[in-house]
T-cell receptor, first 114, second 109 residues
């Protein structure tokens, strides 16, 4: 089944403790992206990747890092999480970043930073 | 810049009512337009899309027409069901995807 898999689904952590949210897709998609969803703010893009070893900042990149060493994986790293990073996070992928293709989303990771 | 504005919710309808969720966009170039649906506890799913002016996207009884002259892509369904209760997002893409704020739809039996 074609899918984007995120882990974990739920995570509670403490301020300052480094964490990684994994994202993997099995569709050989070139384009991958991370979003955060907050009430009243919709989806905001954190980082995206057009292909292996090519990443770029989205609208809200502060406090996050990403890497794209393999085509299928695009982990999101929070080096020193803070409470304002409490949110619902989604990974998405697309055939390419040219615009005509829709995105396939993961099921989301609900992160709480205390 | 590129952006999408969709009608604020929440929207509450009775089963079998007609649904319209308005969406307008601002874009440079020629965007592709999308509607996504998010059911409770899940990620967004692509509902339908249109890639050029006058195209009509349709799926599961929902449809939307790409209107370049009014820069709109309104979502419609003739008869909603309780199972259509979800949050609906309009989006455009000229490269990366830009989402509207979402409209929550509740359908009551």
């Amino acid at each position: 089944e074609a899918q984007v898999t995120q882990n974990p689904r739920y995570l509670i952590t403490v301020t300052g403790k480094k964490l990684t949210v994994t994202c993997s897709q099995n569709m050989n998609h070139e384009y991958m992206s991370w979003y955060r969803q907050d009430p009243g703010l919709g989806l905001r893009q954190i980082y995206y990747s057009m292909n292996v070893e090519v990443t770029d900042k989205g609208d809200v990149p502060e406090g996050y890092k990403v890497s794209r060493k393999e085509k299928r994986n695009f982990p999101l790293i929070l080096e020193s999480p803070s409470p304002n990073q409490t949110s619902l996070y989604f990974c998405a992928s697309s055939l390419n970043g040219q615009g005509g293709y829709g995105y396939t989303f993961g099921s989301g990771t609900r992160l709480t930073v205390v | 810049g590129n952006s999408v504005t969709q009608m604020e919710g929440p929207v509450t309808l009775s089963e079998e009512a007609f649904l319209t969720i308005n969406c307008t966009y601002t874009a440079t170039g020629y965007p592709s337009l999308f509607w996504y649906v998010q059911y409770p506890g899940e990620g967004l799913q692509l509902l339908l899309k249109a890639t050029k002016a006058d195209d009509k996207g349709s799926n599961k009884g929902f449809e939307a027409t790409y209107r370049k002259e009014t820069t709109s892509f309104h979502l419609e369904k003739g008869s909603v069901q309780v199972s259509d209760s979800a949050v609906y997002f309009c989006a455009l893409s000229v490269g990366d995807m830009r989402f509207g704020a979402g409209t929550r739809l509740t359908v009551k039996p």
